[in-house]
């Protein structure tokens, strides 16, 4: 794992973690892996800023976890989005895309 | 969102326990399911379990970061702390007592000198919107006067032609005596314009204020009591309003009482009672211009500058100088009040501010230094505590709480003391004015927690970073550290160390000085003997006593009786006595260009004056009583009047005149006398002429009479001798002479103390910085000094060694100390006497002294160091 990679920006961090919990509920290395599959590997999230973003995301009320089994018997929690992390995924979106668009743009000006 | 924040943070601070469980296996969960995945992809389970672990980072480190985002974190880490900072600190109460005493010193000594100026000069002035007052004062630009008080018709001028001030009011002292009673009682009154009390906006208790026709003659038979005379003469009678007193044998009615909270002047010193307030009656000089005697203050309208009002009182002051003679010389100088009244302590108090701040920056510095001691033997905990998850921010944080923790039971511990400290401060002062306006308050409390605060950042700053930054690896290996550990930290200690010895000199400097000049002080020849020498004052209601001839009858029988009591060997008196009373003014030579501008002191004196004095008479004859009305005029002169007036001359039997308004006769000398200190003991004498009481009477003297013994066992024989002639005749102000010497050098001598006072716990604090470095160095180099030992080393050079070690530290502060001393010692010159800001003796005693303390400071731990036997320090390992 390079350095950088673990760098996320907290927010994008979150947006991804939004995103990955968007197709259905998943354990903390669940998130991680999806992560890691919708990227084709380009953002690898390590324990230590994964499991701080779900406990706070859960705290704002974007997620909420249950315990369940995972798929070999193993108990494990489980994140899912809330109404609130809904919206919250298409704001971030929303604003991604304009962010991203402005990048672009900029960067292809000059 | 918000709420959901707010559902968690109470959820987390309410199921602390439950949520940490929760965590734990949320976390470990995570780690078996990582191991689940590299069995699948083929590993051993043993290699799996490991490999999980790495991607992991550690369970607790994971956890502890969960921690810091979750809701009220701070808060509960912040209890967390503090918790264990309390549980730090009463596992080693020896170092939490030692440390909290020298910060409580610290803090306390500072916050008791602070509350001394805050009130004396910051607070506002006792009146409501003090800070519309002004005082204003006469000058005499060509004369270099700056501070003149004002005649009473230059001030009606004033009054009458200004428009920028609410009210102006004038004031002055005066003595009054008041009749009835077992004995006529010398009161001490303020004689004022009527104004005063709308301008300062207080209402007396009882009665009224005076109205604005009262101080007018025929109207100005008024008088208004303090609280405290009301009490004690009139006996808290209420009724006492509109009732007739006697007052300098004339009728005066009581108009009013004062509250007892109020004070006139402020800047009357606490020891000063004022007994009443009346209009300007009883003043002969109400109607003189040319006798600047009061002082006048007034309140801004709202709105007006003080600019305004200078340029105001500016242009009215060319009309008068114009129309008056007297005041063709005189400008004016509109000057804000409070700021007026702590100006003549305010350098001493801000030296002592100064003095003390330093006393706790060495505070800060010996606690800093424990604090480094400590954190060398809490390395090992800091390491584990890093190893299990906890950041360098953390970890500064928990040491900073820790200080902090120090810093609060040392400030609470240093408001007691700061609370007895004042009181001790103000019944040992001098007479500062509003000193007894001194109190802890708000302010005050404002001051304290904010210096209890600085003061943990200060010594926990150096002691936190140390401590947080320990290599993870040396600290939690077993051994091998004894050796390497702390030279980083030893250095910090050393600096420290050489700081503490620095300030202390820079403050044993300043101590030194003071000592020395009050020293010289107590050396000064004064001219007089104020050895068994009692004085009072007499002074003559002009009511009463009307005719000069019938003054100085009065004088020269009461100077007969005292001379004749049993236990006196000659009394004498004079209106201007040293360090008494004053009679400064013009005199003319005889043969020389008139010169308004030769002032000296003209005491008129009673034959005996000299003999009650000790005052040496030099040349010639001293005055008889024959010496009188019908008689040559004649006048004694002092040596300095000898060098000013006929420098090259024999003076005797030249002539000179007093222009004092009495008649303008030539005076013949027949006598030169030794100087006198007139004003102080350490302003130099000035020229003085004396003329004999009975050619020059005068209605007010200070007697003096020399006994043989203990001199106040004669104040009651003394009254009795001046009630033998006048029943009525109070006597006023009764002192040694010797209590009259020591009043005046009171300040000086206060000051010494304090700073001497202070400069020892200075060289206490830096002592015991200095021991404790050498104990510990001795403490970490055991096995190198058992090696030392082992391969040869004599005890001696062992002793060498370390005792070479702290003597380094100590010459190093001891340098920079002069330097800082060379600096800063300047500040106190106008307080010195005889000698100079930066004199070498004192610099090199004290230098000596300080390296001589941590000599011995050092040498006690280099004794035990010298002890070590090399077999046990080399098994110690």
């Excluded at chain 2, 109400?286 to 600047?292: A, F, T």
């Excluded at chain 2, 606690?367 to 060398?376: E, F, Q, Y």
């Excluded at chain 2, 040559?632 to 222009?659: F, T």
């Excluded at chain 2, 340098?815 to 005889?834: E, K, P």
Aim: aromatic share 6%; with cysteine.
């Amino acid at each position: 794992m390079a350095p950088d990679q673990t760098n996320l920006l907290q927010g994008t961090l979150h947006m991804m973690i939004l995103k990955a919990l968007a197709l259905g509920e998943l354990h903390g290395l669940g998130v991680s892996r999806r992560i890691e599959q919708i990227t084709k590997g380009t953002f690898q999230v390590k324990p230590g800023s994964l499991f701080p973003a779900l406990h706070r995301m859960e705290e704002e009320g974007w997620l909420e976890s249950h315990w369940g089994e995972s798929e070999n018997n193993r108990r494990a929690k489980y994140y899912k989005l809330t109404g609130a992390g809904r919206r919250q995924l298409e704001a971030e979106t929303k604003r991604w895309g304009r962010v991203a668009l402005a990048i672009t743009r900029t960067l292809e000006a000059s | 969102m918000a709420f959901a924040r707010m559902k968690s943070l109470l959820r987390n601070l309410l199921h602390t326990q439950r949520e940490e469980r929760e965590l734990d296996k949320e976390v470990r969960a995570h780690e078996l399911l990582l191991a689940d995945e590299n069995i699948r992809a083929g590993m051993n389970p043993e290699e799996a379990g490991r490999q999980a672990r790495l991607e992991l980072g550690g369970v607790e480190q994971v956890k502890e970061q969960v921690r810091e985002i979750r809701a009220g974190h701070l808060l509960e880490m912040l209890g967390c702390d503090v918790h264990y900072a309390a549980r730090m600190m009463r596992r080693s109460p020896g170092f939490t007592t030692t440390a909290v005493l020298t910060l409580a010193l610290g803090i306390g000594a500072n916050t008791a000198v602070f509350s001394v100026v805050n009130a004396v000069l910051l607070r506002p002035l006792p009146y409501p919107d003090s800070d519309r007052l002004v005082q204003m004062w006469s000058t005499n630009p060509k004369a270099n006067r700056w501070g003149m008080w004002t005649a009473y018709p230059r001030f009606e001028d004033w009054r009458r032609e200004n428009t920028v001030f609410e009210e102006m009011a004038t004031a002055r002292t005066w003595v009054i005596s008041i009749k009835g009673g077992d004995h006529p009682e010398s009161l001490f009154g303020v004689i004022t314009s009527s104004q005063i009390f709308q301008l300062l906006r207080v209402q007396p208790m009882l009665g009224r204020g005076f109205l604005p026709e009262e101080d007018q003659p025929g109207h100005d038979h008024v008088i208004i009591l303090s609280y405290g005379l009301w009490q004690r003469r009139f006996g808290s009678d209420r009724d006492v309003i509109g009732r007739t007193v006697d007052v300098d044998q004339q009728n005066y009615t009581v108009i009013g009482v004062m509250p007892s909270d109020f004070r006139f002047p402020p800047e009357l010193p606490a020891s000063y009672r004022v007994d009443a307030w009346l209009p300007p009656a009883p003043d002969p000089s109400r109607n003189e211009r040319g006798s600047n005697n009061y002082y006048t203050f007034a309140r801004l309208k709202p709105g007006v500058t003080l600019a305004q009002a200078q340029a105001e009182m500016d242009a009215i002051n060319d009309g008068l100088a114009e129309k008056h003679s007297e005041d063709r010389e005189l400008g004016v100088k509109v000057v804000g009040w409070r700021r007026q009244v702590g100006s003549e302590v305010r350098p001493a108090l801000l030296i002592l501010v100064g003095a003390i701040s330093l006393v706790l920056l060495i505070a800060c510095a010996n606690v800093a230094n424990l604090l480094l001691a400590r954190g060398a033997m809490r390395q090992r905990e800091a390491a584990l505590r890093q190893a299990l998850g906890a950041g360098r921010a953390r970890l500064i944080r928990q040491f900073l709480t820790e200080s902090l923790l120090l810093a609060v039971f040392g400030g609470a511990v240093g408001l007691l003391l700061a609370y007895q400290g004042v009181d001790l401060f103000i019944r040992l002062a001098p007479d500062i004015p509003r000193l007894n306006e001194t109190t802890i308050d708000p302010h005050v409390l404002i001051f304290s927690v904010v210096l209890t605060l600085g003061t943990a950042l200060i010594f926990g700053i150096a002691p936190a970073l140390q401590g947080s930054s320990t290599d993870l690896q040396d600290s939690l290996k077993e051994s091998g550290s004894r050796l390497t550990i702390g030279s980083t930290r030893a250095k910090a200690r050393s600096v420290l160390v050489v700081a503490e010895m620095a300030l202390a000199l820079m403050l044993l400097a300043g101590a030194g000085l003071l000592v020395r000049s009050f020293v010289r002080v107590q050396q000064v020849d004064l001219g007089f003997n104020p050895k068994n020498l009692l004085t009072a004052f007499v002074m003559l209601p002009p009511s009463k006593y009307p005719e000069p001839r019938r003054q100085a009858l009065f004088f020269h029988e009461v100077m007969d009786r005292i001379a004749s009591l049993p236990g006196v060997e000659c009394a004498g008196g004079a209106d201007s006595a040293p360090m008494l009373t004053n009679d400064t003014g013009p005199v003319s030579i005889e043969g020389h260009p008139v010169e308004p501008e030769i002032q000296a002191e003209r005491p008129k004196i009673t034959p005996d004056y000299f003999c009650a004095m000790g005052i040496r008479l030099l040349r010639g004859r001293t005055f008889t009583w024959a010496d009188s009305e019908g008689s040559l005029p004649v006048a004694i002169i002092s040596e300095s009047a000898v060098r000013q007036y006929w420098p090259n001359e024999d003076a005797m039997g030249k002539r000179v005149k007093l222009e004092d308004g009495s008649a303008p006769v030539w005076r013949q000398v027949i006598g030169i006398v030794g100087d006198v200190r007139q004003d102080s003991v350490v302003e130099a004498a000035r020229p003085e002429v004396y003329a004999p009481l009975l050619q020059v009477p005068v209605p007010y003297l200070a007697l003096t009479a020399r006994t043989r013994a203990e001199p106040a066992v004669l104040t009651a024989a003394v009254r009795q001798a001046v009630m033998a002639v006048d029943k009525d005749q109070p006597l006023s102000g009764i002192k040694t002479m010797e209590q009259v010497v020591e009043d005046s050098v009171a300040g000086r001598r206060f000051q010494m103390s304090l700073l001497a006072v202070f400069a020892t716990i200075a060289l206490g604090l830096a002592a015991i910085g200095i021991y404790g470095l050498m104990s510990y160095t001795v403490n970490q180099r055991t096995h190198e000094i058992g090696i030392r030992m082992a391969l040869g080393a004599k005890r001696g050079e062992i002793l060498h060694l370390v005792v070479r070690h702290g003597m380094i530290l100590a010459i190093v502060g001891v340098v920079l100390g002069t330097v800082g001393a060379l600096l800063l010692t300047r500040f106190l010159s106008s307080m010195l006497y005889g000698v100079g800001a930066n004199d070498p003796t004192t610099l090199l005693s004290v230098a000596t002294l300080l390296i001589g303390v941590a000599a011995l400071a050092s040498y006690i731990p280099a004794r035990r160091a010298m002890r070590v036997d090399p077999m046990v320090a080399l098994r110690y390992e």
